[in-house]
């Protein structure tokens, strides 16, 4: 399924899933399912041609594709959303790896986070300049070490160690993205705030594995002209990005700063867990309700253990 959210958002994602079990399933077979998105913010129409659409469109389905792939061939629910992440991460058309929006200092920082619905393991980067895939690295992190959360210098060197593939900062530059950080600039210096089309393009996946096993992730470059080691929402657990097999898994994108604050992907889960609401409840409730109230723009992708999909984006105008 493919839905384009009008009324100045734009949400690009993408749902597949497969049946309920059937007979030829062993018992612990049950129905997959995986959702992604590209990200949300204001973009003016006239910005996205039909031609960029379709080629949004053809990645963000080559990257679904992928990962139900994965799922259907009894993969875990973590290997999918990797797969699908890295091949967002890849492409220029999105702020995620290649194609990540720049720093006021000209430069790329990026996040990533995952977790794993099952163990409630969890592992997360943040401002990383030099790892090709983030989500990777968040793997790493997650499987090969006994922390959460590494920052920087220190989670490259932690790379390096662990062989994943470094590649130069201007690596992951785009001609789009510089022209994105002088109109930020311009923006700041003249007194105004920054357009929320600046950061469009964050992506992020959430899965259900045939043994029932949520997982979630995030990848992100940030937003525009950031600065001063600024990290958002999208490498933090419980804010941008959260799974519970008790609960559900939450992908999240927007404003990050206010993600943080509303603890937006934990709380929709807890929503579920505590106070008995479905998904499609739990993540209306914070996104169009509380964090909308606040100020806060952006959306999640959410998905419970039955399969169930909840995808409520907002807008400030909205
Ligand atoms: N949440 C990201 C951040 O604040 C940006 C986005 O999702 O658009 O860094």
């Known amino acids: 399924m493919y839905r384009h959210c009008k009324l100045g958002l734009v949400l690009l994602f993408l749902v597949a899933s497969v049946g309920a079990p059937s007979a030829l399933h062993s018992a612990e077979s049950q129905a997959t399912a995986i959702a992604i998105h590209g990200g949300a913010g204001t973009i003016r129409r006239e910005n996205l041609t039909p031609e960029a659409e379709a080629r949004l469109v053809a990645k963000l389905t080559e990257a679904v594709t992928a990962g139900h792939k994965l799922l259907l061939n009894g993969a875990s629910s973590l290997d999918a959303v990797v797969t699908a992440i890295q091949i967002l991460e890849a492409s220029p058309l999105f702020n995620a790896g290649v194609g990540a929006v720049y720093t006021w200092d000209e430069k790329h920082e990026l996040d990533a986070s995952l977790m794993v619905g099952h163990t409630l393991q969890a592992g997360a980067v943040a401002g990383v300049r030099t790892v090709q895939s983030p989500i990777a690295l968040a793997r790493e992190v997650m499987l090969h070490s006994s922390h959460v959360l590494l920052a920087g210098r220190g989670a490259e060197a932690f790379a390096v160690s662990r062989g994943l593939p470094q590649i130069s900062n201007e690596t992951f530059s785009t001609p789009t993205r510089l022209q994105q950080l002088q ?4 923006r700041e210096n003249a007194g105004l705030s920054h357009s929320l089309a600046d950061r469009v393009g964050t992506v992020g996946a959430v899965a259900l594995d045939r043994h029932g096993g949520l997982a979630a992730g995030t990848s992100t470059g940030g937003m525009t002209a950031k600065r001063w080691g600024r990290v958002g929402d999208s490498p ?9 097999n008790r609960s559900c898994a939450v992908s999240a994108t927007g404003h990050g700063e206010y993600f943080i604050r509303y603890n937006v992907a934990a709380n929709i889960c807890a929503r579920v867990r505590f106070g008995g609401e479905d998904i499609t409840t739990a993540a209306q409730a914070v996104i169009q309700g509380e964090l909308l109230e606040a100020g806060g723009t952006g959306g ?5 253990p039955a399969g169930n999909i909840a995808m409520p984006f907002n807008t400030p105008g909205m």
Do not use: E, F, P
Not at 236 to 244: E, H, M, N, P
Not at 300 to 304: H, K, S, Y
């Open 183 to 186: 109109r930020a600039k311009a």
């Open 236 to 244: 933090l657990i419980g804010a941008g990005t959260y799974a519970d």
């Open 300 to 304: 999640v992708i959410a998905l419970d």
